[in-house]
Each structure stands twice: as C-alpha cells, then as structure tokens.
C-alpha cells in the first residue's frame, strides 16, 4: 500500500520509545552481550542497538506492542548504528550488520502482525498495512558546534565522514527491507544536510529506487531554535531540498511545549507534517511522568486545529501512550497539504 495515498485519507501513527520499553526488560551486561560478545573487552551495556543482534527477540516483540497498539509505522532500533556513534563501544565494524538485523527485526514484527489480523479481522489498530522506518540518528559529533571551548574552530568530524557514516548505515538499513528513512532528532542541520547527500549519493550509485524519506528536527527549548541555533523556519529552508514525505518534530519538548512550534511548521511545510513529542518534560530524576490520555488529548488538540500528518511518540512513551494517541485521532482529517504556486520564469 503505498503511503503516500494512505496520508491523504488518514492520519498515521508512528510508533513510541524503543529505549523505555527497552528499560522494562531490566537487561545485564551479559544480556546485552549475549553468547556471540561474551568476551568483548569493553562493557557494552545501554548499547541498544547491539540487541539487534543479540536480543533480536526483545526488539521484534516490543515492535509488535507498537503494532499492537495501533502504530502504522515504526522505527527501526538504528538510532546510533553508525561507525561515529559505535566508536563508543569500539564497535564500529558492526555499524551495516546492525542496521541490517535491525530492519530484519522490524519487518518480521510487521509480517507476524499483519498475518495475525488476517487470522483475526477486525483486531489491531491498522487498515492493512504498515511501514518500516528505518532511523537515522543525528550522531555523537555535530559539523556546526566545537567540542573545545577553547578552540571554536575545532571540530571533532569533518563533513565527509558524515556522509560515510550515513552512507554505509542507509546500505544497511535498505538492504535490511525498510520502506522509508527517517532522518530524526536532528539539533544540527549540517549533520542532517551529511545524513540526505548520502542518501541521495546511495540512490544514485546503486540506481534503486529512491525510498520515501521523513525528517524530523528538535526544538531544544523555548526559545523555539536548534541546539546550534537555526530558528525553525530556517531549519525548514534548509533541509527541503530533499524533497522529504513529511518534515517535523520530536524529542526534547512534550506536547504542551512543542504546540506552538507545530503550529508554525503547519503553516510554513509543504510536505506532511509529523510530531512525535516526549510524555511531557522529563523530572528531577529523568524519568516522564505524562499520562497516555494526557498526550492523546494535546495530540488530538493538534489533530482538529488541522497541524498535522503524522503523530506519535519520543523519549518516555510507551504502547498505552500509542494507543491513547491512535483512538484520540482516529476519524480526524488529516492536515491538508498547501497549494505551492510555481514562480514565473
């Protein structure tokens, strides 16, 4: 089904946290090794993406939850599978294979869903399909910020391992099977302008067929700019040369913070608009408080004002958080796109 078509009549739901309902699995470091790394010589614990390959069970059932509870896309576990962000846990000879075993574990949680409601009509949140995102993180090292307070030239990546780094993860990622790419959480713009050429630099050499591709920006706090400092319409400017399905929000504000910032991107965006905010603003010990019926009804909000395409949920959302949010916009129209007149030559 193709989702461009399903956007114009409904609007989609993307799925919660990976990482919170990872925490629910109170997993060890042997767990996080498994039997393949049991000898690693570094500790690899809060390496999620390492699960891919080592709890792959974990990360296709907590898809299925997503699925289950209404979600008609969801991301893949890629987050930080790239050799920049690997380098971590000196792991960066893993970055393709993760992004492959990733995809792998999305799209079987997908066909086992979509089999299950053939064997139950009727059940699920879905109408018939749904789609793989596969995700691309915004890095551990920004092109636009210096690391060095001291040195404010400096910076710790250049532009062309960037590209690299994305490059290999998006080969992974399409050869795992995914349907779309999601370019997300972006707070630099120039890391995000590396994660697009390598996009288009893949498509171009392997002379696939382009995948549909989403991205989604961070406001980090009220005074409604990325953390390197680009107002939202200037994020918007520039990264739309890529044409993306749908440009939006996530991470870092709940809904009630990132209201007036969607309302804006509604106005200006002449592709689809998403919005997946935290449950609320983290407390005094990081965790998120933000009820499921409380997000469902700023989403819902936001669904009637006509602001959005996509929604769904970031850092501290769960399935009951999806849930809430699916039946609270469900038979709502879908924010309709503007007409864009063409300049005169």
């Known amino acids: 089904m193709n989702i461009q078509q399903e956007l114009e009549k ?8 990976m990482g919170t309902m ?3 699995y109170k997993l060890t470091e042997a767990d996080y090794r498994g039997e393949r790394f049991k000898d690693w010589h570094c500790d690899v614990k809060g390496n999620n993406d390492l699960l891919n390959i080592t709890q792959p069970h974990i990360i296709t059932e907590i898809h299925k ?3 289950d ?36 574990c999305a799209r079987k949680a997908v066909n086992e869903f979509l089999e299950s409601r053939k064997a139950s009509p009727g059940g699920g949140g879905l109408e018939g399909a749904a789609w793989v995102a596969g995700a691309i993180g915004p890095l551990n090292k920004t092109l636009s910020l210096s690391p060095d307070v001291n040195n404010p030239g400096y910076r710790a990546v250049t532009f062309d391992e960037v590209v690299a780094a994305y490059y290999e993860q998006v080969k992974g990622l399409v050869d795992g099977g995914v349907d779309i790419l999601l370019v997300e959480t972006i707070f630099d713009t120039l890391n995000a302008k590396g994660a697009i050429f390598a996009i288009k630099k893949y498509f171009r050499d392997t002379k696939k067929e382009p995948l549909p591709v989403m991205i989604s920006g961070t406001i980090t706090d009220a005074s409604g700019r990325t953390l390197s400092g680009q107002t939202l319409e200037a994020f918007y400017t520039s990264v ?5 399905l749908s440009i939006g929000l996530n991470c870092a504000l709940g809904a009630k913070e990132m209201r007036p910032h969607i309302e804006e991107l509604s106005q200006i965006a002449s592709c689809y608009v998403s919005a997946y905010p935290n449950a609320g603003l983290p407390n005094a ?16 909000e936001w669904a009637k004002e006509g602001f959005v395409n996509i929604v769904g949920g970031c850092c501290g959302t769960t399935p009951d958080h999806i849930q809430h949010i699916a039946e609270h916009v ?3 129209t879908p924010r309709s796109l503007p007409i864009v007149e063409k300049e005169l030559v």
């Open 10 to 17: 409904r609007i989609l739901i993307i799925d919660g946290a």
């Open 69 to 104: 509870a209404g979600a008609d896309i969801i991301e893949t576990n890629t987050f930080s599978s790239t050799v920049i962000a690997m380098a971590d846990y000196e792991m960066q000879s893993l970055a393709y294979e993760l992004n492959v075993a990733a995809a792998k």
């Open 240 to 244: 739309m040369h890529a044409k993306p």
């Open 22 to 24: 990872i925490q629910r």
């Open 330 to 332: 469900k038979g709502i």
């Open 285 to 300: 010990m990081g965790e998120y408080d933000e009820r499921p019926e409380d997000t469902g009804h700023y989403l819902e």
């Open 65 to 67: 939850k997503y699925l």
